[in-house]
């Protein structure tokens, strides 16, 4: 018998299909079209799962937190790069760390992730290690503010970028609506 003998290769293979599928289904290889945003626009932003304390954040509760300012460029897998832009939010890590992550054994954070989803259905996926224990972690964060100014209708009320990857496009999540914490096995 293998290392993953039994029904723990298929608890691993459900878990990823769970996570991986829907990043491929057509509404979320890209965000919705700039017609009729309207629908999308987020105010608020739910944390949901497996946390003790759900919460409901608009941005002036996102205010509240520590505030993060950071000058970066957008690149994109096409190769595109966005000129400077100034972005202020708080870090996702801040935000889970309120909500407090339900674990029952020191070890579960392993099997931790973070869905992070837009009204368009979009999403991108963190595991704990990528956000607490690694300084890619820091630079993931919940925008409200670009250039000095609230985000427009394009971008939402509220976004997520993750600011430290290679090309920061990808899990750029604009509309941003709701962070799902997951633990992927048992």
């Not at 293998?2 to 829907?22: D, N, Q, R, S, T």
């Not at 626009?41 to 520590?66: H, R």
Request: hydrophobic residues 40%.
């Amino acid at each position: 018998m293998g290392i993953l003998a039994g029904g723990h290769m298929k608890k691993i293979y459900l878990a990823l299909c769970c996570v991986i599928l829907p990043c491929f289904s057509p509404l979320t290889l890209a965000h919705a079209p700039t017609e009729n945003i309207q629908q999308y626009i987020s105010t608020e932003l739910k944390i949901v799962g497996q946390v003790k304390q759900a919460l409901t954040l608009d941005v002036n509760a996102l205010s509240q937190y520590p505030q993060v300012i950071q000058n970066m460029q957008i690149s994109k897998k096409n190769g595109e790069i966005s000129e400077l832009i100034q972005y202020q939010g708080v870090r996702l890590t801040d935000v889970l760390n309120a909500a407090d992550i339900m674990t029952t054994h020191h070890n579960d954070v392993k099997k931790i992730i973070v869905i992070a989803s837009a009204k368009d259905d979009y999403q991108v996926v963190f595991s704990w290690n990528e956000l607490f224990n690694s300084p890619n972690g820091e630079g993931v964060i919940v925008i409200y503010q670009q250039d000095g100014h609230m985000l427009d209708d394009k971008t939402g009320r509220i976004a997520l970028i993750s600011s430290r990857d290679k090309l920061t496009g990808p899990r750029f999540v604009k509309w941003l609506d709701e962070i799902r914490v997951v633990q992927i096995s048992n």
